[in-house]
């Protein structure tokens, strides 16, 4: 299996502060990166498609300047949630696909709590 | 659109079997399912890429309906591990971005 890695893992930052969520694809290359975020005992909404050395698509309704994407290699995208404020709690949980591959390999997750 | 999952939740005794079923509005390319343990990020469990086509892992296998734009993901003889939230992830065009369906809750009891 592929190994998709998070971090952090938990984070909890001050309202209006930024925070930077890391997600590496440890053995494999991923041209695409996927972004989503989880409320509780909600499923999973994705947020952004990352593409590696081109810019993000955000889905209707994610705030691009809000949360700010970007692929620098192929084994690692961030996502950087700006001026966060409490609404902004969630679990963030990133996913790969492998070059010429089919299935997403999901990272850990990170939660992030504002207070 | 997401596609919707029944039922929302199973209590099973271990031995016993469970299906969950998931459905599109749209034309589907592929179906996954995932399993997500609380606090845990979803662990992949399959993806049916045909219409019609059947796969299994251990004793969790899935079948697809691609005219019915539907997927059942069967459990059979149920294990304490199969414990979790199972959801399916849809995929309409070759894309890779996955809609994924509200969840369904199975807690297996020994």
């Known amino acids: 299996g592929a190994v998709v890695s998070q971090h952090p893992s938990r984070v909890i930052c001050k309202s209006g502060t930024s925070v930077k969520i890391e997600c590496r694809s440890l053995?494999?290359?991923?041209?695409?990166m996927f972004w989503y975020r989880q409320f509780p005992k909600q499923s999973l909404m994705l947020m952004a498609t990352s593409n590696e050395g081109s810019k993000a698509t955000y889905e209707q309704g994610v705030e691009k300047d809000k949360f700010l994407i970007n692929h620098a290699s192929l084994t690692l995208s961030t996502l950087t949630v700006t001026s966060a404020h409490p609404e902004d709690s969630s679990f963030y949980i990133c996913?790969?696909?492998?070059?010429?591959?089919?299935?997403?390999?999901f990272g850990q997750g990170t939660r992030l709590t504002v207070v | 659109q997401q596609p919707v999952q029944s039922p929302q939740a199973v209590i099973l005794r271990e031995g016993e079997d469970a299906v969950i079923n998931c459905s599109s509005s749209k034309a589907l390319y592929s179906v996954h399912w995932y399993r997500q343990k609380h606090g845990e990020a979803p662990v992949f469990l399959m993806i049916?890429?045909?219409?019609?086509e059947q796969k299994g892992h251990e004793k969790i296998s899935a079948s697809f309906n691609e005219k019915k734009q539907q997927s059942s993901l069967y459990l059979t003889a149920s294990q304490l591990s199969y414990s979790g939230t199972y959801f399916c992830g849809t995929e309409p065009g070759n894309d890779y971005k996955l809609s994924f369906g509200a969840g369904t809750t199975v807690t297996v009891r020994a």
């Open positions: 996913s790969a696909i492998k070059s010429w591959g089919t299935e997403a390999f």
């Open positions: 049916l890429l045909k219409g019609g």
């Open positions: 053995d494999f290359q991923a041209t695409t």
